[in-house]
């Protein structure tokens, strides 16, 4: 069992930056692959980046890609999502998951969910 709490949303102005964190419990942590996703209002929640268990290996929407840098810790079981040049289409809940498997893109694969961070780009 894994439990996620997702922190370091708020209001950013185009242009910005922001750090997710996810801090996970279990001792399990370092055996899951994590990712982050984000789901604006009338969407479905996209993919947005993933990293391996050991964090050597990372993945990226197009999106996203060049702007945003996901990044582990595994001993203060914690995931993070620095993210730069903001836009106002970034705006979103954020949400960070933890993966067995590698299938990195697919929200259905994932096992476990935090609650979700909002984060809001104003132009």
């Known amino acids: 069992q894994v439990q996620l709490v997702e922190s370091g949303g708020g209001l950013v102005q185009a242009g910005g930056s922001l750090r997710l964190s996810c801090a996970a419990s279990?001792?399990?942590?370092?055996?899951?692959?994590m990712g982050w996703f984000r789901q604006a209002p009338g969407k479905e929640r996209e993919f947005v980046a993933a990293i391996s268990w050991s964090g050597g290996s990372t993945y990226y929407a197009d999106s996203v890609k060049g702007r945003f840098t996901i990044s582990r810790d595994n001993a203060k079981n914690t995931v993070y999502l620095q993210m730069n040049s903001l836009k106002p289409e970034d705006t979103a809940v954020y949400y960070c998951?933890?993966?067995?498997?590698?299938?990195?893109?697919?929200?259905?694969?994932?096992?476990?969910w935090g609650q979700g961070t909002q984060v809001t780009v104003s132009s």
């Open positions: 998951a933890a993966l067995r498997t590698s299938s990195w893109y697919s929200p259905r694969e994932y096992d476990y």
């Open positions: 279990g001792r399990t942590f370092s055996s899951y692959a």
